[in-house]
């Protein structure tokens, strides 16, 4: 019992590291995440802690499949949002996966999008390659329970 307390203790303290990418997302998945990690180690439920983190990293997910049209294809910021988009898509994979979703095609999508976003040569391209990350994500995001597909808003 001692070091399941203490392998509790541990992951309480990494979950620290990413806690702030779930404040504005999904801020009760923190008290739900924390409350776990702090109370009886046989009631930890890894499932629950992945959706929990996974409602949180779909919306932002979702937030850099079309961000780059804002600011304009082939710029720096574009770029690294891309890039930070195909980051968060590698981290809610495992639970699209679960959910029986392609997520070969969907992180191949991230690829060709982030380049397609650092070149900025072929915007229908872009767009067209965007609005399938984003109906994936969606997707994702309905799967989860969340109910309208967003990059931004808090759950409640």
């Not at 590291?17 to 999904?26: F, H, I, M, S, W």
């Not at 409602?55 to 304009?72: C, I």
């Not at 574009?78 to 809610?92: C, D, H, M, P, Q």
């Not at 040569?121 to 994702?140: G, K, N, P, W």
């Amino acid at each position: 019992m001692a070091a399941d307390t203490a392998l509790a203790a541990r992951a309480l303290g990494v979950f620290g590291l990413v806690r702030d990418r779930l404040e504005g997302r999904n801020t009760p998945g923190i008290a739900v995440i924390e409350g776990m990690l702090a109370g009886d180690p046989a009631m930890i439920s890894g499932t629950l802690i992945a959706i929990e983190m996974d409602k949180a990293f779909a919306k932002r997910t979702r937030n850099y499949a079309d961000q780059a049209f804002g600011e304009g294809l082939g710029i720096p910021p574009s770029y690294k949002g891309a890039v930070e988009g195909r980051t968060y898509a590698k981290l809610i994979v495992a639970g699209m996966k679960s959910a029986m979703m392609n997520t070969e095609a969907y992180l191949a999508d991230w690829d060709t999008y982030a380049e397609l976003v650092r070149t900025g040569e072929d915007e229908a391209a872009a767009m067209e390659v965007s609005q399938r990350l984003i109906d994936a994500t969606c997707a994702y995001q309905t799967a989860l329970g969340i109910a309208a597909c967003t990059g931004s808003d808090d759950e409640m």
